[in-house]
């Protein structure tokens, strides 16, 4: 299995073990979780993540239980730092196409570490960045 990129949607999915990862996407996490490979998780799903459980959609106990594993250092996931190369790589995707800005940068990561992004989004399935799900 590639190394890859989440979007958030898919992290939280896998974190819930929610029947609602698809096939592939639940084969990339497991990957991971074997050491298999490498799942970047880009900062701004961490982000997102905090805002939805500001929101009370998601659970209040999420981004702690996450934080703890990265800060452990045994899972294959990867936080990823928006950077300088990461911002250049937002032109490559199309705003028409992913008009949502976290969308993008989420994108921009996975075409700048020429990875294809985990996401059930079907703006983002659509466009120029190879996805699985």
């Not at 209040?60 to 190369?85: E, F, Y």
Request: proline content about 7%; charged content about 20%.
């Amino acid at each position: 299995m590639p190394d890859v990129v989440t979007d958030t949607h898919a992290l939280i999915w896998y974190l819930e073990d929610s029947p609602q990862l698809g096939p592939e996407a639940r084969s990339a996490f497991e990957a991971c979780d074997r050491g298999e490979s490498v799942v970047y998780v880009p900062t701004i799903c961490l982000v997102e993540i905090l805002y939805l459980q500001e929101k009370g959609r998601i659970p209040t106990d999420l981004k702690s239980a996450l934080d703890a594993a990265l800060q452990a250092g045994n899972t294959g996931l990867i936080p990823t730092s928006l950077t300088l190369d990461i911002v250049d790589a937002l032109v490559r995707v199309s705003r028409a196409e992913v008009p949502d800005m976290p969308d993008r940068i989420i994108a921009a990561t996975a075409v700048h570490l020429g990875t294809p992004l985990i996401s059930r989004d079907r703006k983002l399935q659509l466009s120029n960045v190879q996805t699985i799900w």
